[in-house]
């Protein structure tokens, strides 16, 4: 394990909304709710019905009013009744001369707008979910910065990661990958020989250690009354002269089978070119002495009654002296076999150290290199979803501007609509106006101010007394609907 890698946090922090939409999605709804736009009140339009209108310009008429002052009183009843005041109407309404003179009102002046901030794109959104929305855009803005940070340091990590193991590698230091599917030993680990050899020579040297022993023991066993054809009776009946003459036959068995290796030890001195004289004197002597007891006390077995299957003494002597010298060679070549082993599996626990630890420090390299790319892996995933994030929150804004916009065309075609319902009360009242004063014959009613005042199209003005001083003419603004009522 690498314990000194920088460790990222579990869990990102949740940003502002986060947890409602957690549970939007968990309910099954969408993640962001709808975005809904104020609708404008519905402004109230003209109504003018014909009963009206036909009413007003025959009380008009049959009073003499002009034409011209009476569609400029009803003009100014309408615009006290209007909902608006009526220079936010789309459309300039004015009567000259009898006339409606309808055109496209001057435009708004609006103030110079102030230079855009680098929010104004999500004013609108501001608008309809509140500062937490700018609040969130600003935190993952900081965090995509952070990541961008973060992601250029583990990028550049697993390269140098990823280039130090490639040199490594091509050292020797690590390990390569086996292009090949390979035994240890074909990898060069050291080969171990079999125990299956040492195992068989003890085997063997245990078999002729027992069956000298049991030829040993027929003697005895006879001497004490102990018949080996029915030894299981005899023993039933004798079990101490049976046991006792069994161990005394392994106790003489065992006995050869020592001598037969001091013997063996003595002369391996020898032969190993001992320089110290009085050893080689000393071994000498021993392996002698071992020689001389192991064949007196075969032949003393030997001239037991009944000796060994009935052979000859001398037979039986050699016989019994040969199996423990064969037994103890059998031993000492097992010795060797295991001595050899035994270097030979130090040897190969040591490569398998070496490679178990080569091994590690691969595994190590490669699980280092692996969390590199990991965590790039995730920091490009927070990236992503970060910037996704901002892409729905963009989305959002310019959904969120084209509701705001609606408001206003709908708050246009409202007013647009007053107007026309203010045009079409003016034009009925103008045509009952004008029905009723043709049917009265009164066309001078009908008729523009100049052409009824004279020449310079002005009015004449009344008489005034002469003892009066002159004082200014007052023009009488007619309220609306005085003049029709």
């Not at 929305?133 to 990590?157: G, K, M, N, P, Y």
């Not at 023993?235 to 005394?248: I, L, M």
């Given at each position: 394990?690498?314990?000194?890698?920088p460790?990222?946090?579990?869990a990102?922090?949740?940003?502002?909304?986060?947890?409602?939409?957690?549970?939007?999605?968990?309910?099954?709804?969408?993640?962001?709710?709808?975005?809904?736009?104020?609708?404008?009140?519905?402004l109230e339009?003209?109504r003018?019905?014909?009963?009206?209108?036909?009413?007003?310009a025959?009380?008009?008429?049959?009073?003499?009013?002009?034409?011209?002052?009476?569609?400029?009183?009803?003009?100014?009843?309408?615009?006290?009744?209007?909902?608006?005041?009526?220079?936010?109407?789309?459309?300039?309404?004015?009567?000259?001369?009898?006339?409606?003179?309808?055109?496209?009102?001057?435009?708004?002046r609006?103030?110079?707008?102030?230079?855009?901030?680098?929010?104004?794109?999500?004013?609108?959104?501001?608008?309809?979910?509140?500062?937490?929305?700018?609040?969130e855009?600003?935190?993952?803005?900081?965090?995509?910065a952070?990541i961008?940070?973060?992601?250029?340091?583990?990028r550049?990590?697993?390269?140098?990661l990823?280039?130090?193991l490639?040199?490594?590698?091509?050292?020797?230091?690590?390990?390569?990958?086996?292009?090949?599917?390979?035994?240890?030993?074909?990898?060069?680990?050291?080969?171990?020989?079999?125990?299956?050899?040492?195992?068989?020579?003890?085997?063997?040297?245990?078999?002729?250690?027992?069956?000298?022993?049991?030829q040993?023991a027929?003697p005895?066993?006879?001497a004490?009354?102990?018949d080996?054809?029915?030894?299981?009776?005899?023993?039933?009946?004798n079990?101490?002269?049976?046991?006792?003459?069994?161990?005394?036959?392994?106790?003489?068995?065992?006995?050869?089978?020592?001598?037969?290796?001091?013997?063996?030890?003595?002369?391996?001195?020898?032969?190993?070119?001992e320089?110290d004289?009085?050893?080689?004197?000393?071994?000498?002597?021993?392996?002698?002495?071992?020689?001389?007891?192991?064949?007196?006390?075969?032949?003393?077995?030997?001239a037991?009654?009944?000796g060994?299957g009935?052979?000859?003494?001398?037979?039986?002597?050699?016989?019994?002296?040969?199996?423990?010298?064969?037994?103890?060679?059998?031993?000492?070549?097992?010795?060797?076999?295991?001595?050899?082993?035994?270097?030979?599996?130090?040897?190969?626990?040591e490569?398998?150290?070496?490679?178990?630890?080569?091994?590690?420090?691969?595994?190590?390299?490669?699980?280092?290199?692996?969390?590199?790319?990991?965590?790039?892996?995730?920091?490009?995933?927070?990236?992503?979803?970060?910037r996704?994030?901002?892409?729905?929150?963009?989305?959002?804004?310019?959904?969120?501007?084209?509701?705001?916009?609606?408001?206003?065309r709908?708050?246009?075609?409202e007013?647009?609509?007053?107007?026309?319902?203010?045009?079409?009360?003016?034009?009925?009242?103008?045509?009952?106006?004008?029905?009723?004063?043709?049917?009265?014959?009164?066309?001078?009613?009908?008729a523009?101010?100049?052409?009824?005042?004279?020449?310079?199209?002005?009015?004449?003005?009344?008489?005034?007394?002469?003892?009066?001083?002159?004082?200014?003419?007052?023009?009488?603004?007619?309220?609306?609907?005085?003049?029709?009522?």
């Amino acid at each position: 394990m690498i314990e000194d890698r920088p460790h990222r946090p579990a869990a990102e922090p949740l940003t502002p909304g986060a947890l409602p939409r957690r549970l939007r999605g968990w309910f099954g709804m969408s993640e962001e709710p709808p975005l809904r736009s104020a609708r404008p009140a519905r402004l109230e339009t003209v109504r003018r019905s014909w009963a009206a209108a036909y009413w007003q310009a025959r009380v008009s008429v049959r009073a003499g009013v002009p034409l011209d002052d009476y569609l400029r009183s009803r003009l100014a009843r309408y615009s006290a009744a209007l909902p608006v005041p009526r220079a936010q109407l789309p459309l300039s309404v004015e009567v000259e001369d009898g006339e409606i003179l309808v055109g496209e009102a001057a435009p708004e002046r609006r103030p110079a707008e102030q230079p855009a901030d680098g929010d104004a794109w999500l004013a609108a959104l501001v608008h309809v979910e509140g500062p937490a929305v700018r609040q969130e855009v600003a935190e993952l803005e900081i965090r995509l910065a952070s990541i961008e940070v973060d992601a250029d340091a583990a990028r550049r990590r697993a390269e140098e990661l990823s280039r130090r193991l490639a040199a490594d590698v091509a050292a020797g230091t690590v390990c390569a990958p086996p292009q090949v599917e390979a035994t240890a030993e074909q990898l060069g680990r050291p080969p171990v020989s079999s125990a299956m050899p040492q195992a068989g020579l003890r085997a063997f040297a245990t078999a002729s250690i027992a069956a000298e022993t049991w030829q040993i023991a027929l003697p005895l066993l006879r001497a004490a009354g102990v018949d080996p054809a029915t030894l299981g009776a005899s023993a039933a009946r004798n079990p101490a002269e049976t046991a006792f003459a069994f161990a005394f036959a392994l106790g003489i068995a065992g006995a050869l089978l020592a001598l037969a290796w001091a013997g063996f030890d003595a002369a391996s001195v020898l032969a190993s070119g001992e320089q110290d004289l009085a050893r080689r004197r000393y071994s000498a002597a021993g392996a002698a002495g071992a020689a001389l007891l192991s064949v007196g006390l075969a032949a003393a077995v030997a001239a037991l009654p009944g000796g060994i299957g009935g052979l000859p003494p001398a037979v039986s002597t050699l016989l019994l002296a040969s199996v423990p010298v064969g037994a103890a060679l059998a031993l000492r070549a097992a010795r060797s076999l295991a001595t050899r082993r035994g270097l030979e599996l130090t040897d190969a626990l040591e490569w398998d150290r070496t490679r178990a630890r080569s091994l590690a420090d691969r595994a190590r390299r490669l699980e280092e290199l692996d969390w590199a790319e990991a965590e790039e892996q995730d920091l490009e995933r927070e990236r992503e979803a970060a910037r996704r994030r901002l892409r729905t929150i963009g989305a959002r804004a310019a959904a969120a501007v084209r509701l705001a916009s609606e408001p206003l065309r709908r708050r246009r075609a409202e007013l647009s609509r007053v107007a026309q319902s203010l045009v079409s009360a003016l034009e009925l009242d103008r045509y009952e106006f004008l029905r009723q004063a043709a049917a009265r014959g009164a066309t001078d009613l009908i008729a523009p101010p100049r052409r009824r005042a004279g020449g310079d199209g002005r009015r004449p003005e009344p008489p005034r007394p002469e003892a009066a001083p002159p004082s200014p003419v007052a023009v009488p603004v007619p309220e609306g609907g005085r003049l029709a009522s």
